[in-house]
């Protein structure tokens, strides 16, 4: 069966620091890979999505990045955090299509003080 | 553009009571359409799915949900509400061509024994 890995749970981080989020995904091929962000009464905002590998689609313009190294490995990154970067961001997968379930990993709590 | 609407930001219910959860969507084609559920601080999980067919669909715990096109209306449905069910309940539609699914804000429930 397939698993997703998300770290890690917690993070606090200063302002200006830089940051990385790793996801990992298990018993599939190709899957087509997401980050979300989950701020306090605003939903879910979709980041990134990539289909393949080194292939990415920004939602929101800002200052993080994605990146996509292996087939099942997705990395959320910033350079420099911002205050307003502080949320739960959620990693998911699913087979692709938009009739595919997205299949989502327990989160990581980021808070930029 | 694709949108999702989930008018009630939170709603209270007694244990053992009737529960519906409003979502309205706009879309330009028969849309595919989802209900997670969040338990607090965890990822989402997969209540239901809508992709053609019987307008009435069964999801996992007791959910159902029900497509009127006619409303564009994707409500969430529960007979009698479990204290367990107290979590946030999110309605996703699937976007053809793109691979993606945009969520409403969501609504969070709350049980009272």
Redesign the interface.
Known sequence: SQTIH?WPATLVQPVGSPLSLECTVEGTSNP?L?W?RQAA????Q?LF?S?GIGQISS?VPQNLSASRPQDRQFILSSKKLLLSDSGFY?C?W?L????????????T?LTVT | AQSVTQPD?HITVSEGASLELRCNYSYGATP?L?W?VQSP??????LL?Y?SGDTLVQGIKGFEAEFKRSQSSFNLRKPSVHWSDAAEY?CAV?????????????TRLQVFP
């Open positions: 998300q087509n997401y979300y009464g605003r939903g879910l979709l999505y289909v939602e959620l998911a699913s692709g299509g938009a009739d595919s379930p997205l299949h989502f990993g327990n989160g709590r | 930001i595919y989802f997670y601080g965890q990822g989402l999980q997969l799915k992709f999110f699937g976007v053809r061509l793109a691979d993606k699914l945009i969520f409403g804000t969501g």
